[in-house]
Every structure is written in structure tokens, then in C-alpha cells.
């Protein structure tokens, strides 16, 4: 099972990114967790000081950009 990590405080591109990193898995057909990480030092843990950000087991794939489902996927595959 994936982990996947929204890092972003809850706003507008925080959720569209959620939306399509969860399309993406979908589509895929993986099993996965999405777990929204909100703490901003919890955020800053990861090494990111801009969001939104994506982290794939535990690893940042994206930062400050909302990436379509077709460029998360190679990062869930």
C-alpha cells in the first residue's frame, strides 16, 4: 500500500491536488492511504517551504505546482 502525503495548509490548490493525486491512483488501481498533512512543521520536516507539495512514501515528488493525474502517476507506479 502506497502513503500518499498532501502537504498544504487546506488551501484551493491543496485540495486539487488531493483530487488528482487520488484520480491518478485510482486509475492505476493501487491500494493506497491519503493522509493530508496541515502541521506547517510537519511540512517544513519534509525540506518543503512552498506548497502544495506531494510526498510518495515518505519521499517529495512535487512542490508548489499542481501536477494532472497523468504526471502523478509515474510517481505511484
Keep these: 500500500m502506497k502513503k500518499l502525503q498532501i502537504l498544504g495548509t487546506g488551501c484551493p490548490k491543496c485540495k ?5 493525486t487520488e484520480a ?3 486509475e492505476l488501481g493501487i491500494a493506497y492511504e491519503l493522509e493530508k498533512v ?3 512543521n ?3 520536516g ?3 517551504m512552498m506548497t502544495p507539495a506531494l510526498a510518495v ?3 517529495v515528488k512535487v512542490v508548489g ?8 502517476k509515474p510517481w505511484l507506479a
Design 46 to 48: 519534509f525540506g518543503v
Design 57 to 59: 512514501d515518505g519521499q
Design 24 to 26: 491518478a491512483a485510482n
Design 16 to 20: 486539487k491536488l488531493a483530487e488528482n
Design 65 to 72: 505546482k499542481v501536477p494532472s493525474p497523468d504526471e502523478i
Design 38 to 40: 496541515t502541521d506547517i
Design 42 to 44: 510537519a511540512i517544513m
